[in-house]
């Protein structure tokens, strides 16, 4: 029997968790892990295009390198379904 007070709340610690973005090349088949947009296969080197390339091309105009974004950026309906996963 837990002898505790019934109305003592606990808290969970809040965890640092890092999400991970998860991406199969196309090519190789190497799976790829990072926190950031992949930008080149690490097996192959085969090159990708960052996430919404097309929305992200005609928006303001920057450094093709500053189109890749962190994880924490992404949704999960930003992901190309069977090529990427955020984990």
């Known amino acids: ?3 505790k007070d019934p109305r003592e709340t606990t808290h969970l610690e809040k965890r640092n968790h890092t999400r991970t973005i998860i ?3 196309h090519v190789c088949g190497h ?3 990072s926190t ?3 930008e080149k296969c690490g097996q192959c080197g085969k090159s990708f295009l960052p996430l919404n390339y097309f929305t992200k091309i ?3 105009k920057g450094k093709y390198e500053d189109l890749f974004c962190d ?3 992404l949704c999960d309906t930003e992901t190309i379904k069977g090529l990427y996963v955020i984990w």
Do not use: F, W
Request: proline share 6%.
């Open 58 to 60: 005609h928006g303001p």
């Open 71 to 73: 994880v924490d950026e």
């Open 36 to 38: 950031r947009e992949i």
């Open 31 to 33: 799976i790829n892990e």
């Open 23 to 25: 991406k199969k090349c």
């Open 1 to 3: 029997m837990d002898n």
